[in-house]
Nanobody, 124 residues
Framework: QVQLVESGGGLVQAGGSLRLSCAAS????????IAWFRQAPGKEREFVAA????????YYADSVKGRFTISRDNAKSTTYLQMNTLKPEDTAVYYC?????????????????WGQGTQVTVSS
């Protein structure tokens, strides 16, 4: 079992930066691929970025490619999402999710564990 806790959200002006963290419990963190998803009001939850178990492979949604960077520190059981050049359309609740898999990315419904989410608001 894995418990995930996100932090680092907040209010930022367009063009600014935030770094989200996703801290995991359990001793098997490096068995799990981690992904970030986001959900804006009235919209479906959408994929943002994913990283494989070792941190060697990453995958991004086109909407954030070149602006966001996902990374992980297995010694600290923590995954990060560095968000630069933020836009108002990035406003959403951001969730991290974990799946025990060798793959870097999976469809949303395959992720077994989810955090509670952290709010990111980008003002124009």
């Amino acid at each position: 079992q894995v418990q995930l806790v996100e932090s680092g959200g907040g209010l930022v002006q367009a063009g600014g930066s935030l770094r989200l963290s996703c801290a995991a419990s359990g001793r098997t963190f490096n068995s799990y691929a981690i992904a970030w998803f986001r959900q804006a009001p009235g919209k479906e939850r959408e994929f943002v970025a994913a990283i494989d178990r070792s941190g060697g492979s990453t995958y991004y949604a086109d909407s954030v490619k070149g602006r966001f960077t996902i990374s992980r520190d297995n010694a600290k059981s923590t995954t990060y999402l560095q968000m630069n050049t933020l836009k108002p359309e990035d406003t959403a609740v951001y969730y991290c999710a974990a799946e025990r898999t060798i793959h870097v990315y999976s469809p949303l419904w395959k992720y077994d564990y989810w955090g509670q989410g952290t709010q990111v608001t980008v003002s124009s």
